[in-house]
């Protein structure tokens, strides 16, 4: 165990320094729920020694963070997808970003109060490039609705100055409103990104465009029985056809 002597234990997503491995990033929260007693998160961490020593770098409105990455080709500049607490309306939801190594933060991706980043993805040849997956949850000790005009994919091209939502065969938004969400982008050829979606029939749909178009490949309800816990999609780093 390397994280017993920080004051929390839920993790909700880790990540590695492709630039330095001993470079290495806790995400804190659970963000696989769909009960109200989920345990709670202060924020991320940060280790520089491989895990020895950690230190907590902020965020911790956050409350429950689903991914985090780091830039290959910048160490400094990482960024945060956060859930927010889930239980009602909150600004501190959306994608994170720091350029200083987690001195600073800044929110480059808000839906709105009651929306947060369930998953993220980058372009690891083109880091300037990530896929957001944004899904609007309520919990009450009485209640969980999970979807909404809020859920819906993020896309930016310019490091999260600016984002524009792919629509082109997803479904999303007002006329076909969707739960909870997942999206990766194939390392071997990122041209092709996945997106699972909660679903009346949970579907499994491709882009083969960056995420410009999009067709639905699968429907099933196998996908997502419990959509809140297990509506996760990823992309062998190999072979884009081979899916988990």
């Known amino acids: 165990p390397i994280f017993d002597e920080m004051d929390n234990s839920s993790i909700g997503a880790l990540a590695i320094a492709d630039g330095n491995h001993n470079h290495v990033w806790a995400g804190t929260g659970e963000t696989f729920l769909i009960r109200p007693a989920h345990a709670n998160g202060n924020g991320i961490y940060k280790s520089t020694d491989g895990g020895k020593n950690w230190k907590n770098m902020g965020l911790k409105e956050t409350v429950r963070i689903s991914k985090v990455i780091v830039d290959p080709s910048d160490t400094n500049t990482v960024y945060v997808a956060a859930l927010g607490h889930a239980h009602g309306p ?43 997956a944004m899904w609007q949850v309520d919990i009450k000790t009485w209640n969980l609705n999970s979807g909404g005009l809020g859920s819906g994919f993020y896309k930016t091209v310019d490091g999260g100055k600016s984002w524009k939502q792919m629509k082109n065969g997803l479904p999303g938004g007002a006329s076909h ?26 579907g499994l749909y491709k882009s083969t465009d960056a995420g410009e178009s999009w067709k639905l490949m699968y429907e099933s309800n196998s996908m997502a029985q ?16 081979k899916l988990y």
């Open 90 to 132: 909150q600004q501190e939801r959306g994608v994170y970003k720091t350029s200083d190594g987690g001195k600073s933060w800044n929110r480059i991706l808000f839906v709105d109060e009651n929306t947060g980043c369930s998953d993220l993805s980058i372009n690891p040849k083109d880091p300037k490039n990530l896929v957001a």
């Open 226 to 241: 419990r959509a809140p816990y297990y509506t996760r999609v990823r992309v062998s780093s190999q072979d884009e056809n």
């Open 177 to 202: 409103p969707v739960g909870k969400t997942s999206i990766d982008i194939a390392q071997s050829n990122p041209s092709v990104i996945y997106a699972l979606v909660e679903d009346k029939a949970p």
